[in-house]
């Protein structure tokens, strides 16, 4: 669905095109955003400078993704997830070439790179979660974690790199937090 535009001749609709994209951060442009992306699930909201680089079948219903969040890759999103502003989810890697001396300029996975994230999920602000990774279902990832293994279901994840701080309870929604004795 890309569209080849000349930046010379489309000056006016490029300059309408960043105005709207930096003042609209709502439900019906999130919306639109997504549906003009291709996302053709349901619900699926879309905040401005998000950049949303994955097979779009992959994306689950009920989603939302934050401001300048980037995810690239073989990355699934479950249903009903939150992704919150500047978060990177990232499937593959780059390798480095002995003979080259240098790392390769495209990814190139050594396994299962992929990245799942479970249904029911928040990623709060700034959260990377790195190749390999599989989210369980419903878990908290704390703002600013970068989460470099795998989670179980209801995981209260925080730091860097990630740990388990805490449990949800999948009946009451309490969150349960971990003693950490010194």
């Given at each position: 669905?890309?569209?080849?535009?000349?930046?010379?001749?489309?000056?006016?609709?490029?300059?309408?095109?960043?105005?709207y994209i930096?003042l609209?951060?709502?439900?019906p442009?999130?919306v639109?955003?997504?549906?003009?992306?291709g996302?053709?699930?349901?619900?699926?909201?879309?905040?401005?400078?998000?950049?949303?680089?994955i097979?779009?079948?992959?994306?689950?219903?009920n989603?939302?993704?934050?401001l300048?969040s980037?995810?690239?890759?073989?990355?699934?999103?479950?249903?009903n997830?939150l992704?919150?502003?500047?978060?990177?989810?990232?499937?593959?890697?780059?390798?480095?070439?002995?003979?080259?001396?240098?790392f390769?300029?495209?990814?190139?996975?050594?396994?299962?790179?992929?990245?799942?994230?479970?249904?029911?999920?928040w990623?709060?602000s700034?959260?990377?979660?790195?190749?390999?990774?599989?989210?369980?279902?419903?878990?908290?990832?704390?703002?600013?974690?970068?989460v470099?293994?795998?989670?179980?279901?209801?995981?209260?994840?925080?730091?860097?790199?990630?740990?388990?701080?805490?449990?949800?309870?999948?009946?009451?929604?309490?969150?349960?937090?971990?003693?950490?004795?010194?």
């Amino acid at each position: 669905m890309a569209r080849e535009l000349k930046i010379d001749q489309n000056d006016e609709l490029f300059e309408l095109l960043t105005e709207y994209i930096h003042l609209t951060n709502d439900n019906p442009h999130n919306v639109k955003r997504g549906r003009i992306m291709g996302i053709e699930s349901d619900n699926v909201e879309v905040a401005p400078g998000a950049c949303v680089r994955i097979p779009l079948h992959q994306i689950g219903n009920n989603i939302f993704i934050g401001l300048y969040s980037y995810l690239n890759g073989n990355v699934t999103i479950g249903d009903n997830v939150l992704i919150g502003p500047h978060c990177s989810v990232v499937a593959g890697n780059h390798k480095f070439d002995a003979a080259t001396g240098w790392f390769s300029a495209r990814t190139e996975p050594d396994g299962d790179d992929s990245v799942v994230i479970g249904d029911g999920s928040w990623l709060a602000s700034n959260v990377t979660i790195t190749p390999g990774v599989k989210l369980g279902k419903a878990n908290l990832v704390c703002a600013g974690s970068v989460v470099t293994k795998s989670t179980p279901d209801y995981a209260i994840m925080a730091g860097v790199p990630a740990k388990q701080v805490g449990s949800i309870d999948p009946i009451s929604g309490e969150y349960t937090w971990f003693s950490h004795k010194k």
